[in-house]
């Protein structure tokens, strides 16, 4: 079955920039859309974006637009970039399946935890 | 952006007894192709979230059938017939409907008695 493995660097200074790789095994890349969430320490959900395999994206509005999702079909890699990091961005980075048909996001990776601190 | 809102916010309850959450969205969340388009989740201690429930009612793969999800419109119940132990954590509710964003109710924490 598809399984999502994530990693990337978890120690931040403010004004750096954020970048994560999700692998994708077990399954097709294609005919999914592929998202990111968040979750700040001992708070909720947040959608941050996603994308399908032909690259075409979309973003939480009121996220502004700091945050980049790319992918290499050829790796079954999908990228999330989140420039000029703050404390605010503090938080543990998932990124998940879109269930074909809007039937939800699963599976979700392991989680990435991010902290940003000077 | 559709708000959605859960209740109650924390849950405490005896093993073998039955647990229900609420979520409400602010906009409808029934297509008009029938579907609600609304998803339930439990984020068990120190994991990653799990999808329950889809398109409001449908269990995803491999979940227990004690859990089960109703509801149209903008009012929706996860029920769990008999609460195990292993059912501690965190439940949210998510709208798939109107996107983006994917919005998610703030959480309810179920514990054990």
């Known amino acids: 079955q598809v399984q999502l493995q994530q990693w990337g660097a978890g120690l931040l200074k403010p004004s750096e920039t954020l970048s994560l790789t999700c692998a994708v095994s077990g399954g097709s890349f294609s005919g999914s859309y592929w998202s990111w969430i968040r979750q700040p320490p001992g708070k909720g959900l947040e959608w941050i974006g996603e994308?399908?395999?032909?690259?075409?994206?979309n973003y939480n509005p009121s996220l502004k637009s700091r945050f980049t999702i790319s992918l290499d079909t050829s790796k079954n890699q999908f990228y999330l970039k989140l420039t000029s990091v703050t404390a605010a961005d503090t938080a543990i980075y998932y990124c998940?399946?879109?269930?074909?048909?809007?039937?939800?996001?699963?599976?979700w990776g392991q989680g990435t935890l991010v902290t940003v601190s000077s | 952006d559709i708000v959605m809102t859960q209740s109650p916010l924390s849950l405490p309850v005896t093993p073998g007894e039955p647990a229900s959450i609420s979520c409400r969205s602010n906009q409808s969340l029934l297509h008009g192709n029938g579907n609600n388009y609304l998803d339930w989740y439990l984020q068990k201690p120190g994991q990653s979230p799990q999808l329950l429930i889809y398109?409001?009612?449908n269990r995803a793969s491999g979940v227990p059938d004690r859990f089960s999800g109703s509801g149209s419109g903008t009012d929706f119940t996860l029920k769990i017939s008999r609460v195990e132990a292993e059912d501690v954590g965190i439940y949210y509710c998510m709208q798939d409907l109107q996107i983006p964003p994917y919005t998610f109710g703030q959480g309810t924490k179920l514990e054990i008695k």
């Open positions: 994308i399908n395999h032909s690259g075409s994206t």
């Open positions: 398109l409001g009612s």
């Open positions: 998940a399946r879109n269930g074909p048909g809007r039937t939800g996001f699963g599976p």
